[in-house]
């Protein structure tokens, strides 16, 4: 017999137990005896937990003194902040001249204007603003940070830091006022209609020409005084090196895994045998390499200083294991996505550039954020071999006569430092990947 | 009922101008010997349907056509324009010939308008005010417009197939190859994707389709070819392919398919 339904069967709503907060309890915490003796016992010992760290951490704290004696004195069984607030300055700048720490502020500043339209939705050009950054930015901050005598080259990439700092704000300004790009901006406020015109083009550069003249003359004008990387130190010597090797081991990454991927033999042999190298090393090892093995290979009275070498030897070596995340991001893109490009007639860089790196990267977001968080914990191994980054002043403490002995509460509070920064870039990866997967719902 | 069952055998212009030209090609998947001495030639404006049991080359063979697989021995002359380890010719012939695949092999991180235009911006180095032309054009004749601001993933297999289409016209083909196009499909969508390319074979553009749909070959086929085993085994107009296959592997197979 024939079955025919006539009329659509009515929707109803949930049953309570799925929706309110009491069925979510029942469901999840007191689903039976032993789920709710469990549940009890956790809160109970969470509570203890928690309890014990205020009242050690807050309560029983001292947070003037100036010394570890005072804090004694006020309380036995608190936390003695005031060794670490005594040491504030250290633990974020290391030895760094204390007159000349707006440097280094301006520096930091200065950076989060520059990147500032990377977290601004509306804004447009991110590759450019993110391009010019890794390009100019280290320029600047390096003369800013280390002073003394501009060499022409200096001279050259400050005054080129400063135009391309400039146009990125102009830019930025332009694309939230007006919905323009900046070349849109200046040339229809000249009375001009086109900008992809040869002319106009021909007037942007001369501005652009002009801008860099008056950089130049600007910034010959102006010096700061020699700071030797000696002296730095602290969150700021931990966030130059990890901020180096943040910015550069993804671009070399690249082009280690294409290297390794590569249909040429010479070059796949040799992308393979660096990256395996580096890889079945320690860093640790790697960084005694760069400070005491590579000195000997070089020529007589060639002398580098010992932070860019650990900056290389960071660099590297972080490279090579960007290079292996790369390749699996590779590796996950299906092989009809070359063929597509191939028959619309895109080459070799056409298909990696457009259609398989945007891919593979989105992918790879999360292990790439992974291995950067890796790396900025993993600076802290420079305190061994004798820099003074944050783990190595936040160990000082305990060795400065009036906080002698103190070893806990300038390691926690590294701990909270460390932890902000991390938390941050995991939270932050997370929102690119969310906001990338837009076209992804499958 | 699909358009190509009721349409009934397309007209032809099948000019004297040669557009393929396969001679005596051999193709070895290592050891394995794929395609053997296969001897393939179209004419401009005609429309070869390839069909064969899996396993039997076809695919592979079109595959040659487009470069995207080598052949070891023998030549495969595209447009005047002979394959080889030459890698502009490569370019040159791959945006003379447009190719389908199975899966669509759309980009998912870019638009169905973006999709379009990326071709002809990056190498056909259009002004992007005419890219988006052409490729609004397209996706009128293959019935999607109002998709162009989706993404691939939002779309049906059905409208992903069309859009594939749509931007290897895009490119300005002289050949359109399609590797099982309608094979991946819910049977609601083949529909749209054979209409489309009924659509297309009566602009009279030189097709080779590789494809089990019969009613299909019927409608616009100016020759269907059967491969078993790496041979074109039999070679033949529709009317008479269907009604009196010669080859005993062909019989068997259309005994099963039809």
Not at chain 1, 22 to 33: D, E
Not at chain 1, 50 to 59: E, K, L, M, N, P
Not at chain 1, 79 to 103: K, Q, S, T
């Amino acid at each position: 017999m024939a079955i025919v339904k006539a009329t659509k069967t009515p929707e109803r709503p949930a049953p309570i137990s799925e929706t309110s907060i009491l069925g979510w309890l029942q469901k999840n915490l007191f689903s039976s005896v032993f789920n709710s003796v469990l549940t009890l016992l956790t809160t109970y010992i969470i509570y203890l937990t928690i309890s014990g760290v205020y009242v050690w951490g807050f309560v029983d704290a001292t947070f003037v003194a100036e010394t570890r004696r005072e804090c004694y004195d006020n309380s036995l069984t608190g936390a003695c902040w005031a060794g670490v607030i005594d040491w504030l300055d250290n633990i974020f700048y290391g030895r760094y001249p204390r007159e000349e720490l707006w440097r280094i502020n301006f520096g930091g500043i200065l950076l989060a204007f520059w990147m500032a339209p990377l977290w601004i939705t509306r804004a447009k050009g991110k590759v450019l603003v993110g391009a010019s950054v890794v390009a100019f930015y280290p320029f600047l901050a390096g003369y800013l940070f280390s002073g003394g005598d501009k060499g022409l080259f200096m001279q050259v990439m400050v005054s080129a830091a400063i135009v391309a700092f400039v146009i990125n704000m102009a830019n930025a300004i332009a694309g939230l006022l007006k919905q323009q790009s900046i070349a849109q901006f200046v040339i229809s406020s000249l009375g001009q209609t086109n900008a992809a015109d040869k002319s106009q083009r021909n007037l942007l550069i001369a501005l652009v020409v002009v801008g860099f003249g008056v950089a130049y003359l600007w910034q010959s004008s102006w010096t700061v005084e020699f700071v030797s990387w000696t002296k730095w130190g602290g969150l700021f010597l931990t966030l130059v090196i990890s901020g180096i090797g943040i910015a550069s081991a993804l671009p070399g990454g690249i082009i280690l895994a294409l290297g390794r991927r590569s249909k040429l033999p010479v070059l796949r042999v040799l992308s393979t045998g660096f990256i395996e190298i580096f890889r079945s090393v320690p860093l640790i090892t790697v960084l005694f390499m760069a400070t005491t093995m590579f000195p000997l290979f070089m020529p007589e009275g060639f002398v580098l200083n010992k932070l860019v070498q650990v900056i290389i030897a960071v660099v590297l070596f972080n490279a090579c294991y960007m290079a292996e995340t790369v390749r699996a991001g590779l590796q996950a893109i299906p092989k009809g996505q070359a063929e597509g490009a191939h028959t619309i007639g895109l080459g070799y860089w056409g298909t990696m550039g457009l259609i398989i790196m945007p891919q593979a990267l989105k992918h790879m977001i999360p292990n790439i954020v992974g291995s950067f968080i890796g790396l900025l914990k993993d600076t802290t191994l420079v305190s061994i071999i004798g820099l003074f980054d944050i783990l190595g002043m936040l160990r000082s403490i305990s060795k400065d006569i009036p906080w002698l002995g103190l070893h806990k509460e300038p390691l926690i509070f590294g701990a909270i430092l460390f932890f902000i920064i991390c938390f941050a870039m995991s939270k932050y990866s997370r929102h690119l990947e969310v906001k990338l997967s837009a076209g992804d719902r499958h | 009922m699909s358009k190509a069952q009721t349409h009934g055998q397309l007209a032809s212009a099948i000019s004297t101008e040669v557009m393929i030209e396969v001679n005596k090609m051999n193709k070895w998947y290592g050891s394995f010997h794929v395609l053997k001495d296969i001897d393939l030639t179209v004419h401009k404006g005609e429309r070869i349907v390839v069909c064969g049991p899996s396993g039997s080359g076809k695919s592979t063979l079109i595959r040659c056509i487009n470069a995207l697989e080598e052949h070891q021995e023998g030549d495969i002359i595209v447009d005047g324009i002979k394959l080889g380890k030459n890698l502009k010719n490569l370019d040159h012939i791959r945006t003379e010939v447009g190719m389908v695949f199975q899966n669509f092999n759309l980009f998912p991180h870019l638009t169905i308008l973006e999709n379009l235009t990326l071709g002809p911006i990056w190498v056909r180095k259009m002004a992007k005010a005419d890219a988006i032309e052409t490729a609004m054009m397209y996706l009128e004749r293959v019935k999607i417009p109002e998709q162009a601001n989706k993404y691939p993933g939002q779309m049906s297999g059905g409208q992903q197939q069309r859009v594939a289409i749509a931007r290897s016209l895009c490119m300005g083909p002289k050949i359109m190859l399609f590797d099982e196009p309608t094979s991946a499909l819910d049977p609601e969508m083949i529909k749209e994707v054979l209409d489309t390319m009924v659509d297309l074979a009566e602009t009279g553009m030189t097709m080779i389709v590789v494809t089990h749909e019969m009613g299909f070959a019927k409608t616009i086929a100016d020759e269907v070819i059967f491969m078993d085993e790496g041979d074109i085994v039999e070679r033949n107009k529709p009317e008479e392919f269907f009604s009196h296959p010669e080859h005993e592997r062909t019989q068997k197979f259309l005994s099963q398919i039809l």
